[in-house]
């Protein structure tokens, strides 16, 4: 058996299209585009390349992009203030600080400094506390788009046993919060778990976020499992090679001959991640402007 796959690529291509309509909507109904700011501390050359593509589409969505590019040594007070400065700008809908921050710098401080209306990584506890109660928020991207690739493949999540390997605040946590609002049965594994491969072997739906390349074999997942996979791994250039392979947490060729459909890595997640932070600066336009 041969597993579909779930083309992330082009399923983020069409939330993009429909933010690209409500963009346009907004910005004619309010007369200003909606806009984003990201802000990139250092220079990680991976937060380079995501920072880069988030700008290009945020640009192409028919939004505004506002990028603030500060030094490695910038002070938590000079960050802090950068987020005051955010916060009180009518033009800035959205706020994204890129993880991670350089070791002086406390992530939670920042995080929590954000309006939680604008928290379109969905990050601040605010929103984390509304995601767990059911109630109105912004979800963080990478689990909504986790999300939204599940629900492509499985009609009815209802019921399922759902695990999720990972339990970042990032990723794993508000990952198993949306499967178990849908009603799957969640188990959430981390590295202390006992006996990983057969607790996985139980998943109907597995979500593998644990940033280790290639981790969960094929003979992990349960036949005809919907498997996710959100690992980003860059391997070590082979010899000649200037960059490395992408490769998720999931060893793709032994389980795309398992699973009943899985994502790749590139195009699963990944342009999932984006696509739904242009669709979460929008809602919190939205939302800001009052309906
Ligand atoms: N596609 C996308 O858009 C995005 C992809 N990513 C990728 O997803 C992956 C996870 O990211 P993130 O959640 O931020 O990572 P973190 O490092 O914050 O969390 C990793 C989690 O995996 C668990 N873990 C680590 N090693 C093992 C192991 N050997 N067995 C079981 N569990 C383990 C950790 O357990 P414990 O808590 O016990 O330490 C932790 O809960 C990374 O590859 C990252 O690059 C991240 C964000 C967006
Ligand atoms: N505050 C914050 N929010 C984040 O959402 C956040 C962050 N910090 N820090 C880093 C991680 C990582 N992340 C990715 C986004 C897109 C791709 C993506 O588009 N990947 C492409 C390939 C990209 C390539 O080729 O390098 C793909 O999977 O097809 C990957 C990873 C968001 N993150």
């Known amino acids: 058996m041969s597993a579909t796959i779930i083309d992330g690529k082009a399923i983020a291509a069409g939330l993009r299209a429909q933010a690209a309509e ?5 910005a004619a109904e309010r007369g200003r585009k909606a806009g984003l700011a990201v802000v990139l501390v250092g220079n990680d050359p991976a937060s380079e390349v995501y920072v880069a593509s988030k700008v290009k589409l945020t640009r192409e969505t028919g939004m505004e ?29 959205g706020i ?14 920042i995080i929590e400094a954000i309006d939680p209306r604008k928290d379109v990584d ?7 506390g509304r995601l767990m109660n059911g109630l109105q928020g912004l979800v963080p991207c990478t689990p909504l788009g986790s999300m939204i690739l599940v629900e492509s493949a499985v009609p009815d999540i209802s019921g399922l046993n759902a695990v999720v390997l990972g339990r ?35 998943a109907d739906i597995l979500v593998a976020a644990v940033g280790r390349p290639e981790m969960v074999r094929g003979d992990w997942i349960k036949p005809g499992a919907v ?65």
């Open 22 to 26: 409500d963009a346009a909507r907004f």
């Open 65 to 93: 992009s506002f990028g603030h590019r500060l030094p490695a040594e910038t002070s938590e007070a000079d960050l802090l203030s950068l987020v005051a400065r955010l916060n009180a700008d009518e033009s800035v809908d």
């Open 227 to 291: 498997v996710i996979d959100v690992g980003i791994n860059r391997l070590a250039p082979e010899p000649g090679r200037e960059k490395g392979r992408l490769v998720g947490d999931v060893a793709f060729a032994e389980a795309v001959d398992v699973a009943g459909a899985i994502t790749p890595v590139p195009g699963g997640v990944g342009p999932m991640t984006i696509a739904c932070l242009l669709k979460n600066t929008l809602t919190a336009a939205r939302r800001r402007a009052g309906g």
């Open 122 to 128: 969905g990050l601040h506890p605010e929103n984390a």
């Open 96 to 109: 994204l600080v890129q993880l991670p921050l350089p070791g002086h710098i406390d992530s939670g401080r």
């Open 168 to 202: 970042s605040v990032l990723v794993g946590k508000p990952v198993g919060q949306l499967l178990l609002a849908a009603n799957a049965t969640v188990t959430m594994a981390h590295s202390r778990t006992a006996d990983l491969p057969a607790l996985c072997r139980n």
